[in-house]
């Protein structure tokens, strides 16, 4: 489908400008591909037409006016449905909030209010973010555009989807083990995970506290970076934002790489990893040594013990975090008759699907009495030696590089069965959350006609080395510009 | 180490999760495969090792205490399932 969201920002914005095209005709095409898009993708829970379509026509008169548009101006965004929207029901894809209206915005609402972007809808997920292919959604899966027997990856898979189909310009997601890089990964878009803590994680569902982190999808680096532009800085209504000053990322994109020193894990391309993987990566490193850039090979020698110290520490934070829903104060309430603590016990019961049944009880267990220093608090100091292994590295190296995922997106249904595997399919992307640094992928190329996804890796709040890396590499290839035939 | 029938029933006692036998019989079986895949973990020597709690240099946030406004009673319990005179309502926790 030929639509206005091939466009680079600074492209929309200059039709804007010059008149040849509305913020209402804009936010007309992703309410028009949607409805012709979403019955196969499904990417989509809620839809905000009345008030995009309120704020587009306000939008609009502001650019008559001459006034000073946003960073952000007139472009059609999905949001993940784990980030809170005032008055727009905001579910986690799980039935215990199917009829949630949040009383307030996320602070990356406000910004992107701010910055001027419209809100077309709610995105699916896996629910409360568990989950790496999206099956685990209560309304559903999202297909993957690229094939629609595929999975779109997760937990961040509606938004992935929405932004490779073409039915938004731009997507929120949010990540804690690789949420946003590696649905980006299997379905051929820009997704960038921010530092832990640049980016307010006020109004977002938490999953895993320590972990979590929202940041944008795209089509391409520099529509990336306007983004991240737009939702980060500090933000006093979360204690653990970062009190620093926001640097120009747009500046940051000079395509000059010169002398960069990548490091390459020899575990990110070793045995696990597809073949057809493998080579796309290489085959990136090639491009980036053209242009000034040198590469060699390192180890991240405690890169095997990222998944299960993974499962233990994000699993204990969401049995802790999901205490909340209990029936009480909002969503699911099953009362049969006997008591508080049934109520609590029937309300969860009904409300949570299997996979976040799972991870509380993997999380209540690992925090009782008796194994909390077994599993818990091991976990914790293996997370300080996953996190050293980056710091070693990253005296030597500006970046690291290596593919996003193991493979390219599974067929749905394949991976149901057994939650082990599937956890495996984020080993690189898990250590990257547990150090807590920024990574962003980008698409590198095609395996069987699915996409690949280059992942680089950057020291903490070093955005703007990730983003010149990442733009320049995407000035020298064609594989952003591929669109899926839906 | 490997957990019964009888831990998962604890477990799920002190989540407050309600689980049927079939579930308890599957998640006795998957969790202990992945608590098993845990114990790679204790290949490491960690015991001079620092936990890490949070990856972020900052601890202690305070803020000026300052009174602002908050959320009104109605916005609280907008999403209530069952309210009564301004409150949540819930069963009779006292016999």
């Known amino acids: 489908m030929l639509s206005l969201f091939q466009y680079r920002l600074p492209e929309v914005h200059k039709l804007l400008q010059n008149k040849e095209l509305s913020v209402s005709e804009l936010t007309g095409e992703a309410f028009k591909n949607i409805a012709a898009l979403d019955g196969r993708v499904h990417a989509f829970l809620t839809l905000n037409e009345e008030e995009a379509k309120l704020t587009a026509r306000t939008l609009d008169d502001k650019l008559a006016s001459g006034a000073a548009r946003g960073l952000l101006f007139g472009l059609p965004a999905g949001i993940k449905d784990n980030i809170s929207t005032k008055g727009l029901r905001t579910t986690c894809a799980s039935q215990f909030l199917d009829n949630f209206q949040p009383i307030y915005d996320a602070t990356v609402m406000t910004k992107l209010r701010q910055a001027d972007a419209v809100t077309i809808g709610k995105l699916n997920m896996d629910e409360f973010a568990m989950g790496g292919s999206n099956e685990n959604s209560s309304y559903g899966p999202v297909r993957n555009p690229w094939d629609l027997e595929r999975v779109p990856g997760g937990s961040s898979g509606g938004s992935a989807a929405a932004v490779a189909s073409g039915e938004v310009f731009f997507a929120l997601g949010s990540d804690t083990g690789g949420s946003i890089r590696q649905p980006a990964s299997y379905c051929g878009v820009v997704g960038l995970k921010p530092t832990y803590g640049l980016v307010s994680r006020f109004g977002l569902v938490a999953f895993a506290s320590s972990l979590d982190q929202i940041g944008p999808l795209t089509r391409n680096v520099e529509d990336s970076a306007y983004v991240l532009q737009a939702i980060a800085g500090y933000d006093p209504q979360d204690s653990t934002s970062a009190k620093l000053a926001i640097p120009d990322y747009l500046g940051a994109l000079t395509g000059d ?230 | 180490m490997s957990i019964t029938v009888k831990d998962v029933q604890h477990v799920a006692k002190l989540a407050r999760l309600q689980l049927s036998p079939e579930e308890e019989a599957v998640f006795t079986e998957q969790m202990n495969a992945i608590l098993q895949y845990a114990e790679k973990l204790n290949e490491l020597d960690t015991d001079h090792v620092k936990p890490t709690t949070h990856v972020l240099h900052v601890s202690n946030v305070m803020r000026e205490d300052i009174v602002k406004e908050s959320v009104t009673q109605e916005a609280a319990l907008l999403n209530a399932p069952e309210d009564e005179e301004g409150q949540f309502k819930v069963p009779a926790v006292l016999e």
């Not at chain 1, 992307?429 to 698409?443: D, E, N, Q, R, W």
Request: contains cysteine; glycine residues 10%; aromatic residues 10%.
């Open chain 1, 257 to 486: 790489i010169q002398g960069l020193r990548i490091a390459v894990p020899k575990e990110y391309i070793g045995e696990g990893v597809d073949p057809a993987v493998r080579e796309s990566v290489l085959a990136a490193l090639k491009v980036l040594e053209g242009l000034g850039a040198v590469w060699e090979e390192v180890s991240l020698p405690h890169t095997e013990y990222a998944v299960a110290a993974y499962y233990l520490l994000a699993s204990s934070e969401a049995s802790s975090n999901l205490a909340r829903f209990d029936g009480v104060r909002y969503g699911v309430r099953v009362d049969e008759g006997g008591g508080l603590l049934d109520l609590y016990h029937n309300s969860r019961s009904r409300g949570f699907g299997p996979e976040v049944k799972r991870r509380i009880m993997l999380g209540t267990y690992a925090l009782s009495s008796g194994y909390y220093d077994a599993y818990y608090l091991k976990a914790q100091k293996v997370r300080t030696l996953i996190k050293q292994d980056f710091d070693d590295v990253f005296k030597n190296y500006d970046v690291v590089i290596g593919p996003t995922a193991p493979t390219t997106a599974f067929k749905l249904g394949s991976q149901t069965e057994d939650p082990l595997t599937m956890y495996l399919n984020d080993i690189l992307t898990i250590p990257v959350s547990l150090a807590g640094i920024p990574a962003v992928s980008v698409p590198c190329g095609f395996a069987e006609g699915m996409p690949v996804g280059l992942q680089i890796i950057g020291k903490e709040f070093d955005e703007t080395t990730l983003l010149r890396v990442a733009h320049a590499y995407e000035q020298h290839t064609e594989h952003h510009k591929a669109r899926p035939q839906l």
